[in-house]
């Protein structure tokens, strides 16, 4: 399990399908210590313009509230590698629309607002896009009023997975 031992020296895997994933929302330190940041439990974790929330949260006690735009700078990414950024995100305060972008690829839009009934008003979005060398930048971005971001993930590929494996090894 991660969790019980960060440091294995074996993959870790599901099933048969191994995994690369870059967890915005857990990440474990040069030090060895597990550091959240896109839960938003701990305060904003590097995102600038990210309100931390507890009005309305897909997972923990907290999320991002967000008017305008909320990025991040990451570093360490494969240059020329495919990546894909995903977030839970809840638009029923929200009026205008919400795009998520790695680099300057946009990914899903949402002009809707999303409803409680369904999910608990969350619902996923992703943007694909290939790792440039140097510092990367992920964003949220509402057009108007304020959408609710949690639960982000960063991770090799061009596909969304549902593992976290450093929450659930």
């Known amino acids: 399990d991660a969790w019980e031992n960060p440091y294995k020296d074996d993959g870790i895997a599901i099933g048969s399908y191994f995994l690369d994933c870059h967890l915005v929302s857990s990440i474990l330190t040069s030090e060895g210590k597990i550091e959240e940041e896109g839960g938003f439990e701990n305060g904003s974790g590097g995102w600038t313009n990210a309100a931390v929330s507890s009005t309305k949260k897909h997972t923990g006690n907290s999320s991002a509230a967000v008017s305008g735009t909320m990025s991040r700078s990451v570093t360490g990414l494969t240059a020329g590698k495919t990546y894909t950024f995903s977030a839970y ?81």
């Not at 929200?94 to 009934?117: E, H, K, L, M, Y």
């Not at 140097?134 to 061009?158: C, F, K, P, Q, R």
Request: aromatic share 4%.
């Open 89 to 169: 995100v809840n638009t029923e305060n929200c009026s205008g629309t919400v795009t998520i972008c790695g680099n300057s690829s946009a990914g899903d839009v949402i002009s809707f607002r999303t409803d409680p009934a369904s999910d608990g008003g969350w619902t996923r979005m992703s943007a694909v896009f290939t790792a440039e060398a140097g510092t990367n930048t992920l964003t949220a971005a509402v057009s108007e009023g304020t959408a609710y971001v949690d639960d982000v993930m960063l991770e090799e590929g061009d596909t969304c997975s549902s593992a976290d494996l450093l929450r659930h090894g």
